[in-house]
C-alpha cells in the first residue's frame, strides 16, 4: 500500500490529471442520467398534479404524450354515470414558432369548472375566454414574454393572462386554454382526449378502473400507470443514443486511468524488478497495481459526483427548462463505473508486471 | 524536431494507443451525439422528402408535422385545385396513433389516403399491395417483424381490426412508423369526413413550386402552403432548434474530457523524456525547438485521434441500423469543421502544461541526475 501510495504522489500534477479526467467521465455519465430523471419527472408533472386518479384514453392509447386520443362522444356521460367525478381535457402537440424558434408545446383544453387546468400560477390568472392562455413562466421568461403578450397558436391569437409554474421541459411546456378554444382550434367541436376521473368516497382507483373498462372505442388506466408508460415512451426515444454516450464516458474513463496507472508502473519497472527478485509474489505487485488504480477511480469519482452536483446546479440556473435530478441509485451506480474502471484500467500494468523477469534488472 | 515527437509518440505502443484511444473516443461523443440528432432530422422528413408532393398546404399557421395537427375543410381541395399550375391535388388525413398487435404497440404517423392517390403514398413496398383498400394497412416492415406480424395478419389501429396488405419499408425512425389506410376508414373512425389534415399538391411540369405555393396562399384563404423543401426545413429546425442547447453542452462535456485526455498523454510523455529534453537543452536546443517537439507530439495524437473518432462514428452508423434499433446516424460535414476546431482547442490547451515544465528545465539538472 505505501508502494501503491507513493508511486500515484510521486507526481502530484499527473495525479491531479487523471482525477480530473476521471471526474469528467462519472461527471458525463451521471449528467445524462440525471438530464433523463429531469425529464421523466418533468413529463409526469401534468398527470401528478391533476385531479383524478384514473385516465380514460381512446381504445390502445396508453400514454399522454405520445399518441394523439380522441374519444368517442358520450364516453365522459357515460364514466360518470359509473360514478365517477370527470375533467375532460382536449390536449395534443403543436409547434409554436417564438422568435424564429421552433417550440413544441403542450396546449390543455380544460373546463375551468371541473378541473384539469394549472396547479400553481406565478402571475396573473386562468383563461376567462376562448383566446386568453395560461403560458409556461419558464418558457415565457426564455423568449422574453409577459402578462399581456399574444402568442400565435395555428391560425389563432392568444392573450398570455397568467404565468404557471412546474410546467416546464426542455422539450415541450404545458401551456393552458379554454376547453371551447382548443375545439375552436383543432376544429374538433365537442371533442375529448382524455377524462381524468375521480372516484367516489369508499371507491379505490382500481374499483373505478375495472367499472370503466368496459366503456366503447375507450380504454382506462390507473394514472401512475399512464405516467410510467410516458416514461417507457421517452425512454424509448432516449436510452439508445444516451446508452452510447454513457458506454464513451465509460471507456474514456478507463483509458484515463489505465494510462497513468501504466505509466506510474513503466516507470517503477525496476523496483517491481527489484521486489520479484527478494521473493514478492505477483499477488503483491498486482494488489499494488489494483491499489492505485482503485485510488485514482475513487477520488475521481467522489470528485465527479460532486461535480457533477454542481454543473447541474449551474445547468439548470443557466438554463431552467432543464431539470437534471440527481437520484441515489445513478450515484450508486457512478460509483460502480468508477470501481470497474479501476479494476478494468489496472490490466494493462498488471501484465507488464506479470512479464517482468526479476533477472533482467541485474543485467542493466 | 518531427523526428523526436514522432519517436517519443511512437516508442510506447501502449501510451499512443490509450493517448489516440482516449482522444478519439472524446471526439466521438461530439460526433456520435451530432450524428444521431442528424439521423433524426433525415428520418424525419422521410415522409415529406419521398411524399412525391412538390406543395403541402395545411391549416393556416402550421408549418410542421410531426406534433403538429392541421384541419382543412375539405372545399380546400376544389380551391388549390382550380390554382394556375396546379397538376394534382390529394387530400390526406394524418394523427400520430399506434399499431395495435397484441401486446406490441407502436407509435405511428397514421395516414389516411384517397383512392388512387397521386401523392403521400408509400414509396418503397417490400411486400404486398401498393395501396391500401378498405379496412386494409400498409405498415412499415421494421414494425412488422417486431410485432411477428406478416401479410393477412391484422393488426388495431384507431380502435378498429385492419388487415396487412403491404410492408413499406424507409417508414420508421426512432420515435415512430408510417402507417397507411384509406381516407374513408380514417374518416369514420375519427368522425373527420369533412375535413384534410393537409393537402398534398403536384404542380404542372414547367411550373415552380415555389410560385404556385405563393399563389396558394394568395387565392386560398386561410391556409398556409410551403414546397417540400420549406416542409422538410421546418421539420428539421424542430429537431435542430430542441436539441441545440442538450448538444452545446455535451460538446463542451466532450471538448473538457479530450483536453483531459490529451494534456495527460503529452505531459506524461514529456515527463517520461525530460531528461532526453535536458540534454538536448545542454547540446544548445532552443526553448522554442523543445516546444515545437511538445506540439508536434500533440498535433499528431490529435491528427490520429480525429481520423480514428471519426472512422469509429463512420463504422457505429454502419452497424447501428442493424441492431434492431431504429436508430440511424448520419455524420454531417459541419460538425467535421466543428470537431476540428475542437481538437485544434485540445491540442493547444492540453500542450501548456508540457511547455512550461519544459520552460522551466535547467539543463544542468540532467547531469545531476535530478530530472524528476
Not at chain 1, 37 to 59: F, K, N, S, W
Not at chain 1, 327 to 341: I, R
Not at chain 2, 172 to 198: K, P, Q
Not at chain 2, 281 to 300: D, M, W, Y
Amino acid at each position: 500500500m505505501l508502494l501503491a501510495r507513493r508511486n500515484l504522489l510521486q507526481d502530484t500534477m499527473r495525479l491531479a490529471l487523471s482525477i480530473t479526467g476521471v471526474a469528467l467521465a462519472v461527471m458525463l455519465i451521471l449528467l445524462l442520467q440525471g438530464f433523463l430523471d429531469g425529464m421523466y419527472r418533468q413529463i409526469a408533472a401534468y398527470l401528478e398534479h391533476t385531479p383524478g386518479t384514473v385516465v380514460v384514453a381512446q381504445e390502445d392509447v396508453t400514454n399522454l404524450l405520445g399518441a394523439t386520443s380522441l374519444l368517442p362522444p358520450g364516453t365522459a356521460a357515460a364514466a360518470r354515470s359509473r360514478g365517477g367525478t370527470v375533467a375532460p381535457i382536449l390536449s395534443q402537440f403543436v409547434i409554436l414558432d417564438l422568435h424564429d424558434k421552433k417550440q413544441p408545446v403542450y396546449p390543455v383544453g380544460y373546463d375551468p369548472a371541473s378541473g384539469g387546468g394549472p396547479w400553481r400560477l406565478a402571475a396573473g390568472h386562468a383563461p376567462q375566454n376562448n383566446y386568453q392562455v395560461v403560458f409556461d413562466r419558464i418558457l415565457a421568461q426564455r423568449h422574453g414574454m409577459a402578462l399581456g403578450d399574444t402568442v400565435e397558436m395555428m391560425d389563432r391569437t392568444f392573450t398570455i393572462v397568467g404565468l404557471s409554474e412546474e410546467t416546464t421541459s426542455w422539450m415541450t411546456s404545458f401551456i393552458f386554454i379554454r376547453k371551447t378554444a382548443a375545439e375552436a382550434l383543432w376544429r374538433i367541436p365537442g371533442g375529448t382526449s382524455f377524462l381524468l376521473v375521480t372516484p367516489p368516497a369508499r371507491m379505490t382507483p382500481q374499483m373505478l378502473r375495472d367499472r370503466l373498462t368496459d366503456l366503447p372505442g375507450a380504454d382506462a388506466l390507473l394514472k401512475g400507470d399512464m405516467i410510467a408508460n410516458d416514461a417507457r415512451l421517452f425512454a424509448r426515444f432516449f436510452s439508445a443514443p444516451l446508452q452510447l454516450m454513457i458506454a464513451i464516458a465509460f471507456l474514456v474513463g478507463t483509458l484515463i486511468v489505465g494510462m497513468v496507472i501504466y505509466n506510474a508502473t513503466v516507470e517503477r519497472q525496476r523496483e517491481y524488478g527489484v521486489l520479484k527478485a527478494i521473493g514478492a509474489h505477483n499477488g503483491v505487485l498486482y494488489r499494488t497495481v489494483v491499489a492505485q488504480a482503485l485510488v485514482v477511480a475513487s477520488v475521481g469519482t467522489l470528485v465527479g459526483i460532486g461535480v457533477a452536483a454542481g454543473i447541474a446546479q449551474l445547468i439548470m440556473a443557466l438554463r431552467p427548462q432543464f431539470l437534471i435530478v440527481l437520484e441515489g441509485a445513478a450515484v450508486a451506480w457512478a460509483l460502480l463505473a468508477g470501481m470497474v474502471m479501476a479494476l478494468l484500467a489496472a490490466l494493462v500494468p498488471v501484465r507488464a508486471i506479470a512479464g517482468l523477469a526479476p533477472a533482467e534488472i541485474f543485467r542493466r | 524536431m518531427l523526428r523526436i515527437a514522432l519517436r517519443n509518440l511512437f516508442q510506447n505502443k501502449v501510451r499512443l494507443v490509450i493517448a489516440v484511444g482516449g482522444v478519439a473516443l472524446a471526439l466521438m461523443l461530439i460526433l456520435a451525439l451530432d450524428a444521431v440528432v442528424g439521423g433524426m432530422e433525415t428520418k424525419l422528413t422521410a415522409y415529406i422528402d419521398y411524399s412525391g408532393a412538390d406543395i403541402f398546404v395545411a391549416q393556416s399557421g402550421v408549418r410542421n408535422m410531426h406534433m403538429a395537427a392541421s384541419a382543412l375543410p375539405l372545399s380546400v381541395k376544389s380551391q388549390v385545385r382550380a390554382v394556375p399550375g396546379v397538376a394534382t391535388v390529394t387530400p390526406v388525413l394524418y394523427l400520430t396513433n399506434v399499431v395495435v398487435s397484441g401486446e406490441n404497440r407502436h407509435l405511428a404517423y397514421v395516414i389516411g389516403l384517397p383512392p388512387n392517390a397521386a401523392a403521400g403514398a408509400p414509396w418503397r413496398i417490400v411486400a404486398g399491395k401498393a395501396l391500401p383498400g378498405p379496412r386494409e394497412v400498409i405498415i412499415d416492415r421494421g414494425v412488422a417483424e417486431q410485432s411477428g406480424v406478416r401479410l393477412g395478419d391484422t393488426v388495431e389501429i384507431l380502435g378498429a381490426d385492419f388487415t396487412v396488405a403491404g410492408l413499406s419499408e424507409g417508414t420508421a425512425n426512432l420515435t415512430n412508423s408510417v402507417a397507411f389506410i384509406v381516407r374513408a376508414d380514417f374518416a369514420r373512425l375519427r368522425g373527420e369526413a369533412a375535413t384534410a389534415s393537409y393537402v398534398l399538391v403536384t404542380v404542372a411540369p414547367g411550373e415552380s413550386p415555389d410560385v404556385v405555393a405563393r399563389r396558394i396562399e394568395a387565392l386560398v384563404h386561410d391556409v398556409t402552403a410551403q414546397t417540400r423543401r420549406e416542409f422538410g426545413a421546418q421539420e428539421r429546425k424542430v429537431i435542430n432548434d430542441m436539441s441545440t442547447d442538450v448538444i452545446t453542452i455535451m460538446n463542451m462535456v466532450g471538448v473538457l474530457i479530450g483536453m483531459a485526455v490529451m494534456a495527460l498523454t503529452v505531459y506524461t510523455a514529456t515527463l517520461a523524456r525530460r531528461a532526453e529534453y535536458g540534454v538536448l537543452k545542454a547540446l544548445g536546443a532552443r526553448n522554442r525547438q523543445l516546444c515545437g517537439v511538445v506540439l508536434a507530439q500533440a498535433l499528431i495524437s490529435i491528427s490520429i485521434g480525429f481520423l480514428l473518432g471519426v472512422g469509429s462514428t463512420l463504422a457505429l452508423a454502419a452497424i447501428v441500423p442493424h441492431t434492431g434499433l431504429n436508430l440511424f446516424l448520419q455524420l454531417r460535414s459541419t460538425v467535421l469543421l466543428k470537431v476540428g476546431a475542437a481538437a485544434i482547442t485540445i491540442t493547444a490547451v492540453s500542450a501548456i502544461l508540457p511547455i512550461m515544465q519544459i520552460a522551466g528545465l535547467d539543463p544542468a539538472m540532467v547531469f545531476r541526475g535530478k530530472t524528476k
